[in-house]
């Protein structure tokens, strides 16, 4: 496709008339955080299927080529293709420069135009964060959450319902901030006692995710509401394309997003990610109402939100105990433990006969002990990744492992791994099972070791390392890789 063929189809206007929105709601003065202009970041807006427009950005790859957009997003540069490489490559960092990387939604049209450019905020705000000093949460600490505690999650649910009755209260005309600092003290002593069942790295993970993922979704949010308001007129191409003078459903997205405090937890749901996206930006808005400078003490290295609410609420433990039975009483507590022991027992005994479906089926057996190589990087469909609990998941569709000189890939057959012992477990047909060590044909009933390179292939199986140990025992073949 060359220049003179370029033309914008409805989903990449539409894109297009979102990121113009964005920057003029920055322009117009949206108070989101201080020192953050998504209009000056570089964005990258891709369409799975192919073809993608990068923005903003001074110095795009030779593949891309400058196309006239139309509207006030300054240079546009569009590829048309695949853009499996540089949407690798997209996790921050394109030619040198931090980019947002964006896709564009399915179909022709996007969902919820709100919806898209509160995506777009929180891309651009991801950036800044990390000049801040604030970074995600290491990955896979999420994988080992206990999910199915009971008392995590009754306790997490009433941690939830607390704070959406403290941003009620806030949102009323009139309300000063001592009415609202006794609830946000009840939030802490039920954090306080929810917390006191996990360990030291999951309360830190918990922290590191409200600063990172919550934080994003305030300033998200603050942008949504902004834009919302009566006062506020949208860009002409915002008006001429949806017809609306405004972000009417930005509330309602705010609105949604603040309902699911109600209900997090519940039978885990949301328990081990979306807790700390709702309970972060739920934080960060209370903190607005208790302490309107707040910001400016995230720049104290270790400071969480829960220091800055205690801090801002004149939170004392030694009345925690009294809070945290005011809270259970209004909220019904003792009923929704029972509910959740209830669930926590089915839902275990559900997930060991998963697992015991799996291992009961015919076929080969191969144990892969990956105890002595470092992980080095994993692609897998997390939908299809049913946990079994803190430390063991099926894979049910794909998933591919490295490590460094070692990969292991599984499409379509049930994979057990085991993080706990970094190991993973399959059972594959013997049929079409190709198994080589060191480029010779090997039986998988052979032990030894191999020093070049192991190869086993076969249907919806691919594995190759470069040494370690076979070892057969009882129709079991247990590979251990070194390198």
Same mark, same amino acid.
């Given at each position: 496709?060359s220049?003179?063929d370029f033309?914008?189809?409805?989903?990449?206007?539409?894109?297009?008339v979102?990121?113009?929105?964005?920057?003029?709601?920055?322009?117009?003065?949206?108070?989101?955080?201080?020192?953050?202009?998504?209009?000056?970041?570089?964005?990258?807006?891709?369409?799975?299927? &192919?073809?993608?427009f990068?923005?903003?950005?001074?110095?795009?790859?030779?593949?891309?080529?400058?196309?006239?957009?139309?509207?006030?997003l300054?240079?546009?540069?569009y590829y048309?293709?695949?853009?499996r490489?540089?949407?690798?490559a997209g996790s &921050?960092?394109?030619?040198?420069?931090?980019?947002?990387?964006?896709p564009i939604a399915f179909?022709?049209g996007?969902?919820?135009?709100?919806?898209f450019?509160?995506?777009?905020?929180?891309?651009?705000f991801?950036?800044?964060?990390?000049?801040?000093?604030?970074?995600p949460?290491l990955?896979g600490i999420?994988?080992?959450?206990?999910?199915?505690?009971?008392?995590n999650n009754?306790l997490?649910?009433?941690?939830?319902?607390?704070?959406?009755?403290?941003?009620a209260?806030?949102?009323?005309?009139g309300v000063?901030?001592?009415d609202?600092?006794?609830?946000?003290?009840?939030?802490?002593?039920?954090?306080?006692?929810?917390q006191?069942?996990?360990?030291?790295?999951?309360v830190?993970?918990?922290?590191?995710?409200?600063l990172?993922?919550g934080?994003?979704?305030?300033a998200?949010?603050?942008?949504?509401t902004?834009?919302?308001?009566?006062s506020?007129?949208?860009?002409?191409e915002?008006?001429?394309?949806?017809g609306?003078?405004?972000?009417e459903?930005?509330?309602?997205?705010v609105?949604r997003?603040?309902?699911?405090?109600?209900?997090?937890n519940?039978?885990?749901? &949301?328990?081990?990610?979306e807790?700390?996206?709702?309970?972060?930006?739920?934080?960060?808005?209370?903190?607005?109402?208790?302490?309107?400078k707040?910001?400016?003490?995230?720049?104290?290295?270790?400071?969480?939100?829960?220091?800055?609410?205690?801090?801002?609420?004149a939170?004392?433990?030694?009345?925690?105990?009294?809070?945290?039975a005011?809270?259970?009483?209004?909220?019904?507590?003792?009923?929704?433990?029972?509910?959740?022991?209830?669930f926590?027992?089915a839902?275990?005994?559900?997930r060991e006969?998963?697992?015991?479906?799996?291992l009961?089926?015919?076929?080969?057996?191969?144990?892969?002990?990956?105890?002595?190589?470092?992980?080095?990087?994993?692609?897998?469909d997390p939908a299809s990744a049913?946990?079994?609990?803190?430390?063991?998941?099926?894979?049910?569709?794909?998933?591919?492992?490295?490590?460094?000189e070692?990969?292991?890939?599984f499409?379509?057959?049930p994979v057990?791994e085991?993080?706990?012992?970094?190991?993973?477990?399959?059972?594959?047909?013997p049929?079409d099972?190709e198994?080589?060590?060191?480029h010779?044909?090997?039986?998988?009933?052979?032990?030894g070791?191999?020093h070049?390179?192991l190869e086993?292939?076969?249907?919806?199986?691919k594995?190759?390392?470069?040494?370690?140990?076979?070892?057969?025992?009882?129709g079991?073949?247990?590979?251990r890789?070194?390198?």
């Amino acid at each position: 496709m060359s220049p003179s063929d370029f033309g914008l189809t409805q989903d990449e206007t539409e894109a297009l008339v979102c990121l113009r929105e964005l920057t003029a709601l920055a322009r117009a003065g949206a108070p989101v955080w201080p020192g953050w202009d998504p209009g000056l970041v570089p964005f990258l807006l891709y369409k799975p299927s &192919g073809n993608a427009f990068l923005v903003n950005h001074p110095f795009p790859p030779a593949e891309f080529y400058e196309v006239n957009a139309g509207g006030s997003l300054g240079r546009v540069f569009y590829y048309h293709g695949e853009l499996r490489k540089l949407r690798r490559a997209g996790s &921050g960092e394109i030619n040198g420069f931090e980019t947002a990387v964006v896709p564009i939604a399915f179909g022709t049209g996007l969902e919820r135009s709100e919806v898209f450019l509160a995506r777009l905020a929180g891309e651009a705000f991801h950036i800044h964060q990390r000049s801040l000093g604030l970074f995600p949460p290491l990955a896979g600490i999420a994988d080992a959450y206990p999910d199915l505690s009971p008392e995590n999650n009754a306790l997490g649910n009433l941690e939830g319902r607390v704070l959406y009755e403290a941003l009620a209260l806030a949102a009323q005309p009139g309300v000063a901030r001592e009415d609202v600092a006794p609830l946000a003290r009840g939030v802490l002593a039920v954090r306080q006692a929810r917390q006191k069942g996990l360990s030291w790295e999951m309360v830190q993970y918990e922290q590191t995710a409200e600063l990172f993922d919550g934080l994003t979704a305030y300033a998200e949010d603050r942008v949504l509401t902004f834009g919302a308001q009566p006062s506020h007129k949208a860009t002409p191409e915002w008006r001429d394309f949806f017809g609306r003078e405004r972000l009417e459903y930005g509330q309602q997205e705010v609105a949604r997003r603040r309902e699911r405090l109600n209900t997090i937890n519940r039978h885990g749901q &949301g328990a081990a990610v979306e807790h700390f996206v709702l309970t972060g930006a739920a934080i960060a808005h209370l903190l607005d109402t208790l302490h309107p400078k707040w910001p400016a003490r995230l720049d104290q290295t270790g400071t969480s939100l829960t220091d800055l609410l205690a801090e801002a609420a004149a939170f004392q433990p030694a009345a925690a105990p009294e809070l945290l039975a005011a809270a259970q009483a209004r909220h019904a507590y003792e009923a929704q433990y029972q509910d959740e022991r209830e669930f926590a027992a089915a839902e275990a005994g559900q997930r060991e006969s998963l697992l015991a479906s799996v291992l009961a089926q015919p076929g080969r057996r191969f144990v892969f002990d990956l105890s002595a190589v470092r992980l080095t990087g994993s692609d897998f469909d997390p939908a299809s990744a049913e946990r079994i609990d803190e430390t063991r998941r099926v894979h049910r569709k794909r998933c591919t492992f490295f490590y460094r000189e070692t990969m292991l890939d599984f499409r379509g057959v049930p994979v057990v791994e085991d993080r706990a012992k970094r190991s993973l477990l399959v059972i594959v047909p013997p049929r079409d099972l190709e198994f080589k060590v060191d480029h010779a044909p090997y039986s998988p009933s052979d032990g030894g070791r191999f020093h070049q390179r192991l190869e086993l292939t076969g249907p919806g199986v691919k594995v190759i390392a470069s040494s370690g140990a076979v070892e057969y025992d009882e129709g079991t073949v247990y590979i251990r890789i070194e390198r």
